[in-house]
Each structure stands twice: as C-alpha cells, then as structure tokens.
C-alpha cells in the first residue's frame, strides 16, 4: 500500500479534492476528520481536555466547545500548546491505525491540512498531492465559505506556512484556479497516472 499525503492551504480545494478521490474508490484517512470524532459529543478526547484546559470547554452535549475554545488558544499560546500536546498524538495513533487497516489497498490518501507542521507523519508517505490555488481566489473562496472579512481570512492564510513552502514539498502539484470540471479531469489524470505507479512498481 502506498501513501499519498493530500496537503494544500485553506481553501485550496482540498476537501473537494478528498471527495473526488473518494468517489473514484480510493480510502481516505483525513486528520481532519478524526480530530472532530475525537472531541465530538462523547469523543475519547473530551475528559482530558475537560480535566487539564477546564469543564468550560465542553458543551452540555459533551462535545469540544470549538468556537471557546479557538478564542482561547488565540489568545493564550500556552492553551495551545496544551490542546495540541493531547490532540497531535491521539490523531496520530488513530491515523496509524485506520492506515494499517487498509493495508491491502494498492493507495490510500492521508488528508493533512498543514503537512509542515506534521512532521511526524513523514516517514509513512510515499507522495506528497498540494492542491495549490492562486491566493486571491483563495481568499474569495474562504470569505465565500465562511462570511470572514478579507482581513480576517488573510490573517488566517498568512498564519499557515507559505505556498512556496507547500509547493516545495510536493511530489505533484494539482492547480484548482479554474472550474471544478477541470479540477475534477485533473484529480482523475493524477489518480489514473498513480494508480498505474502503483501496480507497475509492486
Ligand atoms: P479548508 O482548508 O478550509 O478545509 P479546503 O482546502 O478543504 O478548505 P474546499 O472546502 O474544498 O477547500 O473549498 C473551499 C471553498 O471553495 C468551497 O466552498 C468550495 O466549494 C469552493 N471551491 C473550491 N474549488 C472551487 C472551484 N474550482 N470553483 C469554484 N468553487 C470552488
């Protein structure tokens, strides 16, 4: 099985992207996703984020308070240092876990939002995918998606790691400046062009 990390910038395309790939048959292990199961309602997270950053952060259903708590890390970097000491491992060894379950896949797209600062995940991807988008139509879609202001979707595009930074880890590089047709033709060459990697080089 190989390991295809899916990484690019805030609203670059990379969940439609995930979508597409998944639609073609190919399994997804998105860090995303395991993030919001881990502190939804219930989440094998919420009593250690409860106990150490305080029962304030938990809504009555018992879920991570998202919107307290993204005010507070904001604010107090030690919180977040907290946060992301009891979050990264815990999405780690899930991620570990849902890739070795699907160890007879020909590949599996690994979703990392900020492959930079995932470093720990290096040593299982065998290609890295940036979805890379100009940064003005990243801003219109993120104001678009979110109803942000462009001063408050900009600080959000400058707080991740530069473009230049993600387009010089990646392996292919898929633009999404144009329709979602021609972003769609270009994940499906991208899958055809690997899957065939794949199987010639077993
Ligand atoms: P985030 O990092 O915030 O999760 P993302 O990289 O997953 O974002 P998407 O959610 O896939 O990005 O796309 C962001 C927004 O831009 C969505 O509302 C999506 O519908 C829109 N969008 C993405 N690509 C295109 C496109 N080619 N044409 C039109 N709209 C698009």
């Known amino acids: 099985m190989k390991i295809v990390a899916l990484t690019g910038g805030i609203g670059s395309g990379k969940s439609i992207a995930t979508q597409m790939l998944s639609s073609l048959g190919v399994p997804i292990v998105d860090l995303d996703v395991i993030a919001h199961t881990l502190t939804a309602a219930g989440g094998a997270l919420v009593p250690q984020i409860a106990t150490e950053l305080g029962g304030e952060f938990i809504t ?5 308070n998202r919107p307290l708590m993204r005010a507070l890390i904001f604010t107090q970097p030690d919180a977040r240092v907290k946060l992301n000491a009891i979050m990264h491992p815990a999405i780690f060894d899930e991620a570990v876990k849902q890739l070795a379950a699907l160890e007879t896949s020909t590949y599996v797209v690994l ?6 600062e995932s470093q720990r995940y290096l040593p299982y991807i065998d290609h890295v995918l940036v979805i890379d988008c100009d940064e003005s139509l990243q801003l219109a879609r993120v104001m678009e998606r979110s109803g942000l202001s462009a001063q408050e979707a900009q600080q959000i595009i400058d707080a991740q790691s530069s473009r230049q930074s993600r387009i010089a880890m990646a392996d292919t590089i898929i633009t999404n400046n144009a329709g ?3 972003f769609e033709e270009n994940i499906y060459q991208f899958h055809k062009n690997y899957i ?5 080089s077993k």
């Open 60 to 64: 009555e259903e018992g879920a991570l």
């Open 196 to 200: 065939n990697t794949c199987i010639v």
């Open 111 to 116: 979703a990392i939002p900020l492959l930079q």
């Open 180 to 182: 979602l047709a021609e």
